[in-house]
């Protein structure tokens, strides 16, 4: 069965270093997303991306963040100065059209 | 801001019995509801949805329902199996929105032998 596969599993950084976070979504969908959960709080809605643009953004996703499908299939998330309170399980999505979105496993990122 | 919420933080149910989970919402723009199921450090699991056209919606052992009126929707497992202890997340998302979900905060279910 297809999945939505995401590396590295776990990243550890400093504060202020860049990370990047890659997603592989289903092959044959069209949309794409990016979610976080905090240690111990709900999952939240990070950005959307179809047909190559963001098609809507959460107000954590700020300047900080941006969001790229560099080839037919990897699906990244770039975080340009990590903060402390960037540290969460980041999921990515993706789904055929609206409707249900199948995650991957995440990412855990650690920020020292 | 919650506007989807799970207010039983957990729920213990023995294998064989009903579990029903419940969730609330307060935007009426919701139109699409579906239910997630998590293991801890895993992603969540699409597990079944229902459109605000339908009031229920059936897949084996699980069953949504919908209650517009009261914004309510449940989902309930029957019967319940030790693999289904996981925490059980509600999310809704609203036409028009590229299909963002807002997520519950989640009720963990424990299956007892």
């Known amino acids: 069965e297809p999945e939505v596969t995401q590396t590295p599993s776990h990243q550890v950084t400093q504060m202020g270093q860049e990370v990047i976070l890659r997603c592989v979504p289903i092959?044959?969908?069209?949309?794409f997303y990016w979610y976080r959960q905090i240690l111990g709080q709900k999952v939240e809605f990070l950005v959307s991306?179809?047909?190559?643009?963001?098609?809507?953004k959460s107000e954590i996703f700020d300047d900080q963040f941006s969001v790229e499908r560099p080839d037919g299939s990897n699906f990244t998330l770039k975080i340009r100065s990590t903060k402390l309170e960037d540290s969460a399980m980041y999921f990515c999505?993706?789904?055929?059209?609206?409707?249900?979105?199948?995650f991957g496993p995440g990412t855990r990122l650690t920020v020292l | 801001d919650q506007q989807v919420k799970q207010n039983s933080p957990s729920l213990s149910v023995q294998e064989g019995r009903i579990s029903i989970l419940n969730c609330d919402y307060t935007n009426s723009m919701f139109d699409y509801f579906l239910w997630y199921k998590k293991y801890p450090a895993e992603g969540p699991t699409f597990l079944i949805s229902i459109s605000s056209i339908k009031d229920k919606n059936e897949d084996g052992r699980f069953t949504v329902f919908l209650n517009k009126s009261a914004k309510h929707l449940s989902l309930h497992i029957v019967p319940s199996q030790p693999g289904d202890s996981a925490v059980y997340f509600c999310a809704a998302s609203a036409a028009g929105t590229a299909s963002k979900l807002t997520f519950g905060t989640g009720t963990r279910l424990q299956v007892t032998l």
């Open positions: 999505a993706s789904s055929v059209q609206f409707g249900e979105q199948f």
């Open positions: 092959s044959n969908h069209l949309y």
């Open positions: 991306f179809y047909n190559n643009e963001i098609s809507e």
